[in-house]
């Protein structure tokens, strides 16, 4: 059963059906929050809140409706709303492992760790909407058409700021491995 | 092709988007232009490390906690799905009482309002007692469900305030209120979960669940309070396998000790 067919059916009060959904989605919804804010309990609550937010909404699932776009722009004002919330309060920080520096290890090891932190640290740098469409524009499934519904901005507005934030990105990625903090 | 219609197509390009045609335009403008090339080779570099990034596995406790969420939302629908085919049923039944003729109904609406005022004062308790039984098993929803769901640590906190008014708790509420112990992520929480549950300890289910999840405790504070309350209750078996247990903090084992002492 497609992801479509599945959440008609949830829309239509098979709750449980919800539950495949879950199975394929939470993960990459998950990670899709991780890269942006390195904090894993902070990524995991925001996949909660946008499975729960699916099952308050479903009604607004349309019949012609594509689930992914529609799980991601849930996820995209679950993000917002994060970020709002965090920037009263303070309080959700980054987990350190995910940003230390790695220790000693097997040279072809330290490379992948190396450039692993350097990723995070390049992603840091960012803005977060920079971060947002980086992480949409990486996701296999999503084009262009998508990721403008996700974000409710035009097909154009969506291309030149992936053209910006990939320019920004390759920039501090370079930086960084140059070894100029900047 | 010029440099701005090359650049405009690079991203494209890098997540292989364009036509065949394009694609040669592009690369033969790259041939002869050294800086759209330069920006290419760059771009393509910082792409392959982004799509090339691993993801990681969300914890193990993320499927549960989406199942007490999905149970939790299915329990409170079906509870108010219930009270409407209850009002439905009784207005259908109203329906079919309801006389034709004017006189009948203005004879009908007399008696009722006699009849109402003879009743009514005897009615209203239980009536009141209805309605609160209603109310607290929707609080215990709602306190379940703010537990999975509250991103923040002082609404799940508030949440939990709201147990000390619960008499007969609902699985629901007891299974959020053991993940809550197990799983969440801040010890106020977890410390105030131990108090929410210290009231319905004399369940045996829930004493060992308290005691399977002692081990996996983080904190010695809330290894502590769990010790407190498992003395509290006189369960001696707990603490003599905490006071055992060489593997645990010795401050925590040495506590353990104390009270099994005091117990006997």
Same mark, same amino acid.
């Given at each position: 059963?497609?992801?479509?067919?599945?959440?008609?059916?949830?829309?239509?009060?098979?709750?449980?059906?919800?539950?495949?959904?879950?199975?394929?989605?939470?993960?990459?919804?998950?990670?899709?929050?991780?890269? %942006?804010?390195?904090?894993?309990?902070?990524?995991?609550?925001?996949? %909660?809140?946008?499975?729960?937010?699916?099952?308050?909404?479903?009604?607004?699932?349309?019949?012609?409706?594509?689930?992914?776009?529609?799980?991601?722009?849930?996820?995209?004002?679950?993000?917002?709303?994060?970020?709002?919330?965090?920037?009263?309060?303070?309080?959700?920080?980054?987990?350190?492992?995910?940003?230390?520096?790695?220790?000693?290890?097997?040279?072809?090891?330290?490379?992948?760790?190396?450039?692993?932190?350097?990723?995070?640290?390049?992603? %840091?740098?960012?803005?977060?909407?920079?971060?947002?469409?980086?992480?949409?524009?990486?996701?296999?499934?999503?084009?262009?058409?998508?990721?403008?519904?996700?974000?409710?901005?035009?097909?154009?507005?969506?291309?030149?700021?992936?053209?910006?934030?990939?320019?920004?990105?390759?920039? %501090?990625?370079?930086?960084?491995?140059?070894?100029?903090?900047? | 092709?010029?440099?701005?219609?090359?650049?405009?197509?690079?991203?494209?390009?890098?997540?292989?988007?364009?036509?065949?045609?394009?694609?040669?335009?592009?690369?033969?403008?790259?041939?002869?232009?050294?800086?759209?090339?330069?920006?290419?080779?760059?771009?393509?570099?910082?792409?392959?490390?982004?799509?090339?990034?691993?993801?990681?596995?969300?914890?193990?406790?993320?499927?549960?906690?989406?199942?007490?969420?999905?149970?939790?939302?299915?329990?409170?629908?079906?509870?108010?799905?219930?009270?409407?085919?209850?009002?439905?049923?009784?207005?259908?039944?109203?329906?079919?009482?309801?006389?034709?003729?004017?006189?009948?109904?203005?004879?009908?609406?007399?008696?009722?309002?006699?009849?109402?005022?003879?009743?009514?004062?005897?009615?209203?308790?239980?009536?009141?007692?209805?309605?609160?039984?209603?109310?607290?098993?929707?609080?215990?929803?709602?306190?379940?469900?703010?537990?999975?769901?509250?991103?923040?640590?002082?609404?799940?906190?508030?949440?939990?305030?709201?147990?000390?008014?619960?008499?007969?708790?609902?699985?629901?509420?007891?299974?959020?209120?053991?993940? +809550?112990?197990?799983?969440?992520?801040?010890?106020?929480?977890?410390?105030?979960?131990?108090? +929410?549950?210290?009231?319905?300890?004399?369940?045996?289910?829930?004493?060992?669940?308290?005691?399977?999840?002692?081990?996996?405790?983080?904190?010695?504070?809330?290894?502590?309070?769990?010790?407190?309350?498992?003395?509290?209750?006189?369960?001696?078996?707990?603490?003599?396998?905490? +006071?055992?247990?060489?593997?645990?903090?010795?401050?925590?084992?040495?506590?353990?000790?104390?009270?099994?002492?005091?117990?006997?």
């Amino acid at each position: 059963m497609t992801d479509h067919q599945l959440m008609l059916l949830v829309r239509d009060g098979e709750l449980q059906k919800l539950e495949p959904l879950f199975e394929r989605h939470h993960h990459h919804l998950y990670n899709f929050f991780l890269k %942006q804010t390195n904090n894993r309990t902070v990524s995991e609550d925001l996949t %909660q809140d946008v499975f729960f937010r699916i099952l308050k909404y479903r009604h607004t699932y349309r019949q012609d409706g594509q689930f992914i776009t529609w799980m991601f722009s849930i996820g995209h004002r679950v993000k917002i709303d994060y970020y709002k919330k965090k920037s009263r309060k303070h309080d959700a920080l980054e987990d350190p492992d995910l940003l230390a520096h790695p220790g000693p290890g097997p040279d072809d090891e330290m490379d992948i760790i190396d450039q692993r932190a350097l990723i995070r640290e390049a992603m %840091q740098k960012l803005k977060p909407e920079q971060r947002e469409i980086l992480m949409l524009a990486r996701y296999d499934e999503m084009k262009y058409e998508d990721i403008a519904k996700v974000l409710d901005i035009k097909v154009g507005t969506v291309k030149a700021r992936v053209h910006r934030a990939m320019k920004a990105f390759s920039h %501090q990625a370079t930086q960084l491995t140059k070894g100029d903090p900047s | 092709m010029n440099c701005t219609q090359a650049q405009d197509l690079l991203i494209e390009w890098l997540r292989g988007e364009l036509p065949q045609e394009t694609e040669h335009a592009l690369e033969l403008h790259c041939q002869s232009c050294t800086a759209c090339a330069s920006e290419r080779d760059q771009l393509q570099h910082a792409w392959t490390a982004l799509t090339d990034w691993p993801n990681e596995d969300p914890s193990q406790a993320a499927k549960p906690r989406f199942n007490a969420m999905l149970s939790a939302y299915q329990s409170g629908m079906d509870a108010a799905n219930e009270r409407r085919s209850l009002l439905d049923r009784l207005d259908q039944l109203l329906a079919h009482l309801w006389p034709q003729r004017p006189i009948w109904q203005a004879g009908l609406v007399m008696s009722a309002l006699v009849l109402g005022l003879v009743l009514g004062g005897r009615s209203t308790q239980s009536n009141q007692l209805e309605t609160l039984e209603k109310q607290v098993d929707a609080m215990q929803q709602m306190v379940a469900l703010t537990l999975q769901t509250a991103q923040s640590s002082s609404q799940r906190l508030e949440a939990l305030s709201l147990v000390s008014r619960v008499k007969s708790p609902k699985d629901v509420l007891i299974q959020s209120l053991l993940t +809550a112990l197990k799983e969440d992520p801040s010890t106020n929480v977890r410390l105030a979960s131990i108090d +929410a549950l210290a009231r319905f300890v004399d369940r045996e289910e829930i004493c060992n669940n308290l005691n399977g999840s002692f081990d996996s405790q983080p904190s010695p504070l809330v290894q502590t309070a769990l010790i407190n309350l498992f003395a509290q209750s006189g369960y001696k078996y707990p603490l003599e396998r905490i +006071a055992g247990e060489n593997t645990l903090d010795p401050v925590v084992r040495a506590h353990a000790q104390h009270k099994l002492d005091a117990m006997i």
